[in-house]
């Protein structure tokens, strides 16, 4: 069964705070992504990495930035959080043309 | 830009019923997913669609591929409550690894 867990299921920040998210997929997978959920915007890709140390912008990436430095690990940060960056964080690894998603990370930047 | 539009949004009807739930997509793409949420839970995969007249099943959904007229739809045949989930809709940015996610549709299953 492909695995792929987010180290926290629920996380509180200040504002300002530097923020790390992980992710780590236990099957050697290539192509790893971060999104957030919204209400009512359903699903938005912030980044995605298709192999050690390589990244490709989503649709949302400011404020955001990420690390691959082990094929089993894609980290999401995020500098100085703000309230906005409030949300539902969930990571997916690229398993035969489906994306696995861990079980996210609620975050509440107060 | 690759836009991916559902309708509805929200979708409440009785045991029993049946529906289309309707994915929209704005450039050429030939693969289509459907996924399911149920609360507070992640997304599962339900199908994956690649290429175009692609239709599968699985109990009482069925969902079909129309390149063509960039549509994927979902039908629910003979709704039952525990159909109840946000249903969302995905479509790969051709040859990019960019999955672009539409904004779901909550379905209510009533008893």
């Known amino acids: 069964d492909v695995k792929v867990t987010q180290s926290s299921r629920y996380l509180v920040k200040r504002t300002g705070e530097k923020v790390f998210l992980e992710c780590v997929q236990d099957?050697?997978?290539?192509?790893m992504f971060w999104y957030r959920q919204d209400p009512g915007l359903g699903l938005r890709l912030i980044y995605f990495?298709?192999?050690?140390?390589?990244?490709e912008k989503g649709d949302i990436p400011e404020g955001y930035s990420v690390s691959r430095e082990k094929k089993e690990r894609f980290s999401l940060i995020l500098e100085s959080a703000s309230t906005n960056q409030t949300s539902m964080y969930l990571c997916?690894?690229?398993?035969?043309?489906?994306?696995?998603f861990g079980s996210g990370t609620q975050l509440s930047v107060l | 830009e690759l836009k991916v539009e559902q309708n509805p949004l929200f979708l409440s009807m009785q045991e029993g019923k049946n529906y289309t739930i309707y994915c929209n997509y704005s450039?050429?793409?030939?693969?289509l997913y459907w996924y399911r949420q149920d609360p507070g839970k992640s997304l599962e995969s339900l199908f994956v669609?690649?290429?175009?007249?692609a239709v599968k099943q699985e109990g009482r959904l069925m969902a079909s591929l129309d390149t063509k007229a960039r549509l994927s739809t979902l039908h629910i045949t003979a709704a039952v409550h525990d159909l109840s989930a946000t249903y969302f809709c995905a479509v790969e940015k051709s040859g990019t690894y960019k999955y672009i996610f539409g904004t779901g549709t909550r379905l209510k299953v009533l008893a």
């Open positions: 450039t050429t793409s030939d693969r």
């Open positions: 997916a690894s690229l398993v035969d043309e489906k994306l696995f």
């Open positions: 099957m050697d997978h290539e192509n």
């Open positions: 990495s298709y192999d050690v140390k390589m990244k």
């Open positions: 669609l690649l290429s175009n007249g």
